[in-house]
């Protein structure tokens, strides 16, 4: 794969896929360098100056109307980054780190932040070293940043800290070492570039928005092969019926199940056996397909839309104006239009899970699916699929209180400088955990989808369906008795994380 070049050209969500998941490497592109070392040279003599600048030469917060001497200007980026490394709970994935880093580096490389290209490059080595800072999940309101996240990521790049090279936790400066790298030195601003601004919220949310959209894409094939199995009729998919409430989504939505089903050419052997039954309508959760999953399809294209500016965004305060020759505080680091944004994600992702659990129950209702109690030819002695839907429904229930907005709470902090904060990173947190609950929801419903596929055999499904139903045949066999179905849910679940089912 290419090098990624930063500064050259906008970032894109696929961009940070590549770097945070398949590794691609990254370096500073010209454009980028010269950028940085124009704000890092005009920054430098207006500290010569004199001249009082928030976060530079003063105290932070509260403390902002201490003015640091000059000899100190260094030691208070130092105190900085450990001062605010007080982040607890689990260490958050390589993945998310991965892409808070280069997220860091390209919001530094857009040359507004006055620091040096050594300490973009520093990042950028970091990345394409594979060593890992340790972050912990939890300590960030989303206000003036995600500080205590960004400052155990900024640690390391001083030799501090924590780290982990493939899957080896270690301390920041031996994992430097065996990086063949130095720790480096900070000069005025750089401990408060790199730890004001959405980084945090941002890579978590952009790797959760993909997974999320590609969990959209599995969701319409896990529904269409239900409607299948459930002998439900195509017409609610008709294209005349959703051009009139032409919602985009759900127009996207209705052709894709109409190209799942009629894959191959026409009605599939299943679709043709049940042409003339007295069936009028299906439940909502099959006629209303396109309606709900074009709702929550529509939402992430908002979300993406949020996302894609703030990764190109410049998020750190104060900003520094090379052309105006000025040093400007704000609040760009504030994350309340991501928080929200996170909050959408959430909801969106749990109807996506909810809807797929109600499909689950129909295919194990036999007064619904016509097919015997539970998905068990031996029902009695066997349970079949009972708590399958069982379990399923205890994710949905999960979801639901984990879509509690976090974007509309808000707690003083800082001696009440920082008095409204957006609890992005909470936000983002709980769209990652909701979009996992229902890639587990997803993974469930292929699993019964595919016993009531087995169990109208001889009969043959759409190829798209025969598809995906072969796939999953290969690795977990027809059940014809009780077995464990942890192993087989978990094995479906990482298809779908890894992208590897076939979803067209």
């Not at 026409?266 to 397909?289: A, F, M, T, W």
Request: with cysteine.
């Amino acid at each position: 794969m290419e090098t990624l070049k930063l500064g050259k050209k906008p970032l894109t969500l696929e961009n940070v896929y590549e770097v945070a998941v398949e590794e691609r490497r990254v370096e500073l592109s010209l454009v980028g360098r010269r950028k940085i070392e124009k704000s890092w040279k005009f920054l430098q003599s207006m500290v010569k100056s004199g001249e009082v600048f928030y976060g530079i030469n003063t105290g932070f917060g509260l403390l902002s109307s201490v003015q640091i001497k000059d000899t100190d200007i260094e030691t208070l980026q130092y105190h900085l980054l450990r001062s605010h490394a007080c982040g607890v709970g689990p260490y958050l994935d390589d993945r998310f780190v991965r892409a808070m880093l280069l997220l860091r580096a390209s919001n530094l490389a857009l040359g507004y932040s006055g620091v040096s290209v050594q300490t973009v490059e520093q990042i950028l080595a970091l990345l394409n070293r594979g060593v890992c800072p340790l972050v912990p999940e939890q300590g960030s309101v989303g206000a003036s940043g995600d500080l205590a996240p960004l400052a155990h990521l900024a640690l390391v790049l001083i030799g501090e800290g924590k780290a982990r090279i493939k899957g080896k936790e270690m301390s920041g400066a031996r994992a430097l070492k065996a990086a063949g790298l130095h720790p480096i030195r900070l000069g005025p601003k750089e401990g408060l570039a790199l730890i004001n601004g959405t980084q945090f919220m941002t890579a978590m949310g952009s790797l959760t928005l993909l997974d999320a959209e590609y969990l959209c894409d599995a969701a319409d094939l896990a529904g269409a092969m239900t409607v299948e199995s459930l002998r439900g009729t195509e017409t609610a998919f008709n294209e005349e019926i959703h051009q009139v409430r032409p919602h985009p989504g759900q127009i996207h939505v209705a052709k894709r199940m109409r190209n799942i089903l009629l894959s191959g050419g026409g009605k599939s052997e299943i679709g043709l056996s049940h042409e003339d039954c007295n069936k009028v309508q299906d439940p909502y959760s099959l006629r209303c397909i396109p309606q709900v999953h074009g709702a929550s399809r529509d939402s992430l294209k908002f979300v993406r839309e949020v996302l894609e500016r703030e990764i190109n965004s410049v998020t750190d305060n104060p900003l520094v104006f090379p052309e105006s020759k000025k040093v400007l505080s704000g609040g760009n680091f504030h994350g309340q239009i991501v928080s929200i944004a996170m909050d959408l994600l959430s909801i969106a992702m749990a109807e996506i899970g909810s809807i797929s659990e109600q499909r689950i129950e129909k295919l194990v209702n036999p007064a619904i699916s016509g097919l015997p109690p539970f998905l068990t030819e031996q029902g009695g002695l066997n349970s079949g699929f009972m708590i399958v839907q069982v379990a399923a429904a205890s994710i949905v229930s999960e979801n639901k209180t984990l879509c509690h907005p976090a974007s509309v709470d808000s707690i003083p902090t800082s001696a009440d400088k920082e008095d409204h904060v957006s609890m992005g990173a909470w936000s983002a947190r709980k769209a990652a955990m909701v979009t996992a609950n229902t890639r587990r929801v997803l993974a469930m419903e292929f699993l019964s989808a595919a016993q009531g596929i087995d169990l109208l055999r001889p009969l043959r499904s759409s190829q798209q369906i025969e598809k995906v139903h072969h796939q999953i045949r290969k690795h977990i066999h027809k059940l014809e008795q009780d077995r464990v179905f942890h192993d087989d849910i978990v094995w479906i679940e990482e298809q779908l994380r890894g992208r590897r089912l076939a979803v067209e």
